[in-house]
């Protein structure tokens, strides 16, 4: 691959899910999903719609990205087994990023991002990383738990960048634990000020844009793999395991 290659990211770990089209750090062409429709209906269709936003063909591609969890189950499926294809029939290899990644990086610069996604029942996918201009780092693993544990998880920090779908549907429960512990909470208002506060963060347009960068980054440091090695990032069993387990 030979200087910035092509690269089609899907991320179908979210309700609305999107894809991307990049090469370097110009993002040609996207497309986010529809929150009311499955990425089964859709997925193939979105993807051929930014390919021809973008003039290309599928057999321009150089490689694959795709959000591998946690998130969705069916999504998730749905969107790794769709690039697998694709990568298969091509003969391009793929880039897997956790979807808790991007959308940390989706924060900007920020020496603490509380990243989090709706895991159904009420609770949350949570992790927290480090980002800053050229580095998403983990500071944990990623958990499944609930929007009070993981408030009491990270209560010792007063600063915090929290980004993605669980913290805006969680705003207010976050604005009146920060306010009952003596925290600043404050929401983005564009100016990205971060100054100590428990700061909420709007969630991010198109993910997929995020996947690309971070994949960007991965084949740069020749973190490439085949499609046969992509694992979808679950946390928690799904509730068709649970059902079984406790019927058992």
Known sequence: MPGEPLILSVETATLAGAVAM????????????????????????????????????????????????????????????????????????????????????????????????????????VQMFSVSADAVIPLDDPVHISPTAMLEKYAAFNDICFAGDGAVVHRDKIKKWAEHNGRTFTEDDGSRDRSEAWRLLPSPANLAENVAMLARRKVQSNEVQDAKDLRAIYVRPSDAELKTSSSG
Do not use: Q
Request: with cysteine.
């Open 22 to 125: 990049s090469k370097g750090e110009l993002i040609i062409a996207s497309l986010a999903g529809d929150k009311s429709t499955s990425h089964s209906n859709t997925l193939l269709r979105e993807i051929n719609t930014v390919l021809n936003r973008a003039g290309r063909t599928l057999a321009e591609l150089d490689l694959f990205a795709v959000a591998t969890g946690p998130g969705s189950f069916t999504g998730l499926r749905i969107g790794i087994a769709t690039v697998k294809g694709l990568s298969f029939t091509l003969g391009r290899p793929c880039i897997a990023i956790p979807t808790l990644e991007a959308i940390a990086h989706s924060a900007g610069v920020c020496e603490r991002v509380v990243a989090s996604l709706p895991a159904g029942r009420g609770e949350v996918f």
